[in-house]
């Protein structure tokens, strides 16, 4: 008789993710992509990163260009669609693709944006809401007191504004402190810093007073475009104050130097 060796059941397989990086970590601040991978791998998730992404097609979808807008969203939804969940660590990205793809189209894209918007997630509510992370631990050295940023599209668009807040509650030594008036745009507004810069810099001026306010030596936030303003502006006035992605402090990266800091 053959002995039997009965099987192992097959290891339960955690949800397929596509990160969308977005064009401005890919180009400006890669460490966002990675942290943002190793935040969801930590998770569980198998992660694909689609090497054929690009930009979302947000800047044409603001300036009104409805069709040059159109076939960068017909490629960004097939090349996501497979995917059981699309995670982005933008909110104004991860917005355009949930709320505003649906819009551009009718028909067969329509039902098709509407599927991929279903199961598009900004990075921090899909770790607090979907996939549930428990606490972690920071490996930054006494990263002390955060404030956080709230950008607009996140804010307003998803809802974004506990679900970072509790994920940085639950690292080591972080203590949150909200600056005056956080809900605030910061000045960028894509197009309309380009557009408005008096009113834009005014705008960032006054965000960066009140982060300086609260004594906190980070500020964080979850759109790198907002950063990147705040970051350059500090830089440009001489501020001390680290500007950094929310994803790099979770996921524990203490390598890369703030948003601005390089040589």
């Known amino acids: 008789m053959t002995e039997h060796h009965p099987q192992e059941p097959p290891a339960a397989r955690g949800p397929r993710v596509a990160l969308f990086v ?35 097609g947000q800047p044409a979808y603001n300036a009104g260009d409805l069709a040059a807008t159109r076939p960068v969203a017909r490629k960004v939804i097939a090349m996501l669609e497979t995917a059981d969940y699309v995670v982005v660590p933008s909110g ?30 900004e990075l921090t509510t899909f770790l607090e809401e979907v996939v549930r992370v428990g606490p972690a631990g920071s490996d930054l ?21 506990e679900q970072p807040r509790s994920l940085l509650r639950r690292l080591r030594g972080v203590e949150v402190t909200e600056l005056a008036q956080g809900e605030v745009c910061c000045g960028f507004g894509g197009t309309f810093c380009a557009r408005m810069p008096e009113i834009s810099s005014k705008m960032v001026d006054d965000k960066l007073d009140n982060a ?37 402090l979770l996921a524990g990266d203490p390598d890369d130097p703030a948003i601005g800091g390089g040589s």
């Not at 930590?42 to 090497?51: D, F, N």
């Not at 050295?141 to 996140?154: E, L, M």
């Open 22 to 56: 977005t064009c401005l970590a890919d180009l400006f601040r890669p460490s966002v992509g990675h942290a943002s991978l190793a935040l969801l791998e930590r998770a569980g998730c198998e992660v694909v990163v689609p090497a054929e992404q690009t930009c979302c």
């Open 92 to 121: 104004s990205c991860a917005g355009m693709i949930s709320h505003h793809y649906p819009r551009l189209f009718e028909g067969e894209w329509r039902d098709r944006a509407l599927e991929v918007a279903a199961r598009t997630f």
């Open 141 to 161: 050295p006494d990263p002390g007191t955060v404030t956080y940023h709230d950008g607009c599209a996140g804010l307003r668009e998803l809802g974004i504004r």
């Open 212 to 248: 300086i306010a609260t004594g906190a030596r980070t500020l964080l936030g979850g759109d790198l475009g907002c950063l990147l303003n705040i970051a350059g502006r500090a830089r440009r006035l001489g501020q001390d104050i680290e500007v950094r992605h929310v994803a790099e």
